[in-house]
């Protein structure tokens, strides 16, 4: 479904700030109705992985393959039709606070151009779905966290992507919330049959929603596996330490927990 | 003496409210692509176009930095050529316009800057094209900050047409310097006043309100 050879990304120097190689060559194949998620430290380069296949960035290099086309290769005013194949889901909601949760959800089929009848047809049967019938006219400022996420999710399926690309989408929110939502994706991929790719720094959400598992540290993917097997066995140092952060809040490893803190992102 | 005033208080009224709000129009029909365009065409903005923004900026700068009453008179050939005539309250409304429509355009970028840029990324992964990013995101989401901003231009215009009413424009600020200043009614001056005073504070009240209805963020 997706096929990364060698994606590179070099952001250009600015003013003050030198030019800074992101990504070194990914490779990573995403096979349909798969999820897989991809985890690392604060500025591996884990956001600019999943930017560079909706391509919201442009990779520098390396071809970003999307159910058969070269997508790097669109031209610019191709984009938007190649996009709204794909959904994504993100940190901070990015919610239009002017319009209702029926609204925020439709946004994607009005881009698209679809009539009212559409519309409905495609929203109605989303709501319960994300368990948000009762919150149909409600605006984002009037939703929790976990309800703004659910909005979030729903918009992203409303224009019938293949793909759902998903960004953190748990980082803003509490455990319980965090498991209620990571359920609710897995979900949607077992009843949609939806390819997701899943950006996290928590082992947790790798656990509770990953087929596969991508580890990547200073722009490279350092480890890749099943889910299981990366679990039991893990070989690079950064998984290690990644897998040691699950137990933070144990009280009983206390060194462990200082020394993975150093490390976390602020 | 209250009977004799009033009708032509009520008319300056009318002659100020049609210069302001012709202006205002007219100004927002204007400002409002070149505040877009200033918000939107920086390096790595939606269209893309710093050369542009680098001749559109300092010629809005400009414009705002010449005091009202001097881009009055100072535009008047110009004035003449649009309105035919350079006296009375048609007249007025080219130069309040012109002095509208950077003012408005830097409300209308202050406003868009604020639209918190994940939404415009949002919109692009949705396949949104950049005319869409503008139409269904930035405009709606700076809805509440364009109406704020336009009440201040209104304000502000109300005060400038009292400006082009001592060149000859009509409305209240043309009342006041020729009967209240000029033939020394104190009373009619005083009422002129009072009218303003009246008149500005409706006109952010009502504002204020609109912005409030518009403005989904606290509810
Ligand atoms: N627009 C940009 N311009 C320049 N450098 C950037 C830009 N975006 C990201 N970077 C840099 O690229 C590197 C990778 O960033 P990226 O956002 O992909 O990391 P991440 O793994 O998603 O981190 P986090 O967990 O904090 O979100 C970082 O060093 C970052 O500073
Ligand atoms: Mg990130």
Known sequence: MIRLSNVQKTYPARRGSPAHKALHGIDLDIAAGEIVGVIGRSGAGKSTLIRCINLLEVPTAGSVIVDGTDVTQLVKRDLPLFRRQLGMVFQHFNLLSSRTVYDNIALPLELAGASKAEIAAAVDPLLPLVGLEDKRDRYPAELSGGQKQRVGIARALSSNPKVVLCDE????????????????LRDINKRLGLTMVVITHEMAVVKQLCDRVAVMDGGVIVEEGKVDAIFANPTHATTQSLLADEFLDYPARPNAAANANTGQEA | MFATLAPILLQA????????????VLGTTFGLPIGVVLATSGRGELFEAPLFQKI????????????????????????RLVAGTSIGTAAAIVPLTVAAIPFIARIIEGAIREVDGGLVEAAQAMGARPFQVVTKVLLPEALPGIIHGLTLTAVTLIGYSAMVGAVGAGGLGDLG???GYQRFRPDVMAAVVITLIVVVQMVQSLGDWLARKADKRNI
């Open chain 1, 169 to 184: 989408v748990t980082s803003a929110l509490d455990p319980e919330t965090t498991r209620q939502i990571l359920s609710l």
């Open chain 2, 13 to 24: 009224t009318l002659e100020t409210f049609s210069m302001v709000i012709s202006a205002l």
């Open chain 2, 177 to 179: 310097i020729r009967y």
């Open chain 2, 56 to 79: 559109i900026g300092p010629i809005v700068n400009a414009t705002r930095s010449v005091p009202f009453i001097i881009l009055a008179v100072a535009i008047i050939p110009f004035t």
